[in-house]
């Protein structure tokens, strides 16, 4: 049997198909939803001077700092 096949065996996940368990990965919890409801959707588009994404709300651009990228 070569190194190769026994590597490949050892990297198998379990029976049970959990890959985050086998390798040890343990996720946050989800976070409890908020009394006032659901987060607020935000609009972003791409600013024309450097592409890097700014919100409708304030679409003053952080990278660059084009006032209204618009």
């Known amino acids: ?3 190769k096949a026994e ?3 050892r990297l198998r996940p379990p029976a049970s198909g959990d890959l985050f ?3 040890g990965i343990a996720l946050e919890p989800s976070a409890e939803p908020t009394e ?3 987060a ?5 588009h791409a600013c024309p001077q450097c592409g890097w994404y700014v919100i409708a ?3 003053s651009c952080l990278v660059c ?3 209204e990228a618009r």
């Open 7 to 9: 590597r490949f065996r």
């Open 40 to 44: 607020p959707v935000l609009v972003a």
């Open 1 to 3: 049997m070569s190194d």
């Open 21 to 23: 368990a086998h390798f």
């Open 65 to 67: 700092g084009r006032p």
């Open 36 to 38: 006032g409801g659901p």
């Open 57 to 59: 709300e304030d679409p």
